[in-house]
C-alpha cells in the first residue's frame, strides 16, 4: 500500500518552467555564453583551444564587449604574447645560475632545468579578459610543480605585472 494516496501525489510533481535562452555572443572568434558572472568559449590558437572568460561586471554585453575587443587585440599578436610571457616566467623562476628547479609531481621529482626547457615545457591554459583591459592568463606547468598552474597579470597594452604559481 502507498505511503501517499493519490489526491496528494500532485505536490511533489516537478513543474519545471521552461528556461530562459542563454545571452550568447556571437564572433567571428568563437561563441560565448553567459554563464553567471562571465561570458565563457573557447578559441582555437595557434596549436590549441583555449578557454576565454570575457569579464561582464553584472551590466552583461557593454563590460563583455570591452573585453571581447580585448581579445581581438591579444589574438592579432598571441605569438608575441606567448613568447613574452614565457620569458618573464622563465625570468622570474630562474637562479642566478640561469637554472630552474622544479618541484616534481607525485610520479616524478623536481629537476634543474634550463630556462629554454621551462619555456618549452608551459602551455597557456586559458584567459580571462576584463572590461578595464587586464588579463589573467593561466598557463599549464607540465606537473612541474605538483598540480600547480602559472597565473600571469597583464594588460592589453603589453605590459605583463607579474606571475605566480597558484592552484
Not at 616534481?104 to 586559458?126: A, H, L, P, Y
Not at 572590461?131 to 598557463?139: A, E, W
Request: hydrophobic share 35%.
Amino acid at each position: 500500500m502507498p505511503i501517499f494516496s493519490h489526491k496528494f501525489s500532485g505536490l511533489f510533481l516537478n513543474k519545471r518552467k521552461p528556461k530562459p535562452e542563454p545571452l550568447v555572443i556571437e564572433d567571428e572568434l568563437g561563441t560565448f555564453t553567459l554563464d553567471k558572472e562571465n561570458f565563457c568559449g573557447d578559441v582555437t590558437l595557434p596549436g590549441r583551444k583555449i578557454s576565454v572568460f570575457l569579464q561582464t561586471d553584472g551590466d552583461g554585453q557593454t563590460t563583455a564587449d570591452a573585453a571581447l575587443k580585448s581579445l581581438h587585440t591579444f589574438v592579432q599578436k598571441v605569438e608575441e604574447w606567448d613568447a613574452a610571457i614565457k620569458k618573464f616566467a622563465a625570468d622570474d623562476f630562474a637562479k642566478k645560475d640561469g637554472t630552474i628547479e622544479t618541484w616534481g609531481s607525485c610520479d616524478s621529482e623536481g629537476e634543474i632545468i634550463s630556462k629554454e626547457e621551462f619555456m618549452r615545457r608551459i602551455t597557456m591554459n586559458f584567459i580571462q579578459f576584463y572590461r578595464d583591459g587586464s588579463i589573467f592568463l593561466d598557463y599549464d606547468l607540465d606537473d612541474m610543480y605538483t598540480d600547480h598552474g602559472l597565473g600571469v597579470d597583464a594588460d592589453i597594452s603589453g605590459k605583463i605585472e607579474s606571475c605566480a604559481l597558484w592552484g
